[in-house]
């Protein structure tokens, strides 16, 4: 919980100037607290007496061993698409019956790596991919679980969504290319090793309109229901994919956790009668709105700089620690976290230190006057941020601080100038 004493700013009783003192800048802080509650509350609020209900943490969104270790504390199911988030996951000691591969070209290696982690289901996004799982699942102690990614034609993008859009996406097999569904399930269905059990779908993410879940649950439904009638077969799960929206400015409203889950899984009843189906899983894979609000960046001010137009502020960081603003256009909130109770009067620039014009984090922030060496927040900056870092312009990667009830712990070390060259092998040919 983040609090206001004395001008200060303080998250879980501590304030981000003991933080920085402690951790030092660019620093990556998330409140464990908040973490934990909107996991809690998916759990919760994610159930059904039809169905089973899974909640799968979609870890791509921020993945660390600790973060990790949350989600199994929790009860959350885990969607990796790399081998390296499946190693991570099992570094961790993440329960493998609970994990989900997904990713449009898994390697060889990477289902070889699944299958003898013994990872619970391969969500497949084509035939090849189908094939190769089948070859290689014939070496595997016990048989694995699939899914199909469907592209069931509606693409959501943050205030609106539109029904047959992106035909050509390259994730899963378009709904209407019936032949070629048909032979996925078929080649699943004739291995011994494995278990073919239903379809998923992922309509986009930072979605703030619920009548774009409740269309993809529709759509799905009657893709499920004309597959059903056509193979004379059931399918037992439906994977509905993540998207849910996060509060990053003023403009956001996103769909409350309380209210998404149950919407769902009311559709999906709904959908389960209106067309016979026999659904006996309904899954969902929220990732940012579980961890974007619980994050924070908290960078130094190093100068300011007027041009004739606009005055930054640079930071210690920008976009090798947030490359969001430079890639989408992403809009943040932030303050100074020592001049709290002060007039927001001036508007800075926040830039970063990377050789890249567009290494901007705020275009327009509104703060109070701002000095060198000021501590200054980003807020909501906890999804995509860490998982998409990079060492541009050999920048070390900011530590993460877990807070929760006055503690703090650091979960990740901040990269040092050694871990730059660790994998060099220096010698040219
Ligand atoms: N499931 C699948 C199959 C996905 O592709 C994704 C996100 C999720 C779940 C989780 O979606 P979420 O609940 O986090 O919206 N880098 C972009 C976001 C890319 C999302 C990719 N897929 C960003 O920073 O906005």
């Known amino acids: 919980m983040i609090q206001t004493k004395n001008n200060q700013l303080y998250i879980e009783g501590l304030s981000f100037k003991d933080l920085a003192d402690q951790y030092g800048t660019p620093l990556y802080i998330y409140d464990q607290a908040a973490l934990e509650k909107r996991m809690e509350t998916y759990y919760n609020t994610f159930t059904s007496p039809l169905f089973e209900t899974k909640v799968l943490y979609a870890s791509k969104a921020f993945l660390c061993k600790a973060m990790v270790k949350l989600a199994q504390k929790h009860s959350l199911c885990l969607d990796v698409v790399s081998g390296g988030e499946l190693y991570i996951a099992k570094q961790a000691g993440f329960n493998m019956d609970r994990v989900y591969f997904h990713g449009n070209n898994k390697t060889e290696a990477e289902l070889r790596q699944a299958?003898?982690?013994g990872v619970h289901t391969i969500v497949l996004d084509n035939l090849d991919e189908a094939k190769r799982l089948v070859r290689l699942s014939q070496n595997s102690t016990k048989p694995i679980h699939a899914l199909l990614r469907i592209n069931p034609g509606i693409e959501a993008h943050t205030h609106a969504y539109i029904v047959t859009a992106h035909i050509d996406s390259k994730f899963g097999i378009l709904k209407s290319e019936i032949d070629t569904i048909e032979t996925i399930i078929q080649t699943c269905d004739e291995a011994d090793n494995v278990i073919f059990d239903g379809f998923h779908a992922h309509i986009?993410?930072?979605?703030?309109?619920?009548?774009?879940?409740?269309a993809e649950i529709e759509t799905m439904a009657?893709?499920?229901?004309?597959?059903?009638?056509?193979?004379?077969?059931?399918?037992?799960?439906l994977d509905l994919g993540g998207g849910f929206a996060a509060y990053y400015t003023q403009e956001d409203a996103p769909i409350p956790i309380e209210t998404i889950c149950p919407l769902i899984v009311n559709t999906c009843e709904a959908m389960q009668e209106k067309y016979s189906l026999s659904l006996k899983e309904i899954l969902i894979e929220p990732g940012r709105s579980i961890v974007a609000e619980a994050g924070y960046s908290l960078y130094t001010i190093g100068s300011i700089k007027k041009t004739p137009h606009k005055q930054y502020a640079f930071v210690d960081g920008g976009m090798s620690d947030?490359?969001?603003?430079?890639?989408?256009?992403?809009?943040?909130?932030?303050?100074l976290v020592e001049k709290m109770d002060q007039e927001k009067k001036e508007t800075y620039c926040i830039a970063g230190k990377c050789c890249e014009s567009g290494d901007i984090l705020i275009e327009r922030a509104s703060l109070p006057l701002a000095e060198e060496n000021d501590l200054l927040v980003v807020y909501t900056t906890g999804a995509y941020g860490y998982s998409m870092a990079s060492n541009y312009n050999a920048l070390c990667i900011p530590a993460i601080v877990f807070v929760k009830d006055g503690q703090s712990k650091l979960v990740v070390r901040r990269q040092c100038f050694e871990d730059l060259i660790e994998k060099d092998m220096e010698d040219p040919v």
């Open 322 to 335: 947030n490359i969001r603003p430079a890639l989408y256009q992403a809009a943040y909130r932030s303050d």
């Open 115 to 117: 299958i003898d982690y």
């Open 222 to 237: 009657e893709f499920i229901a004309t597959l059903q009638k056509k193979m004379e077969r059931t399918f037992s799960v």
């Open 204 to 214: 986009g993410s930072q979605i703030f309109d619920p009548k774009a879940f409740i």
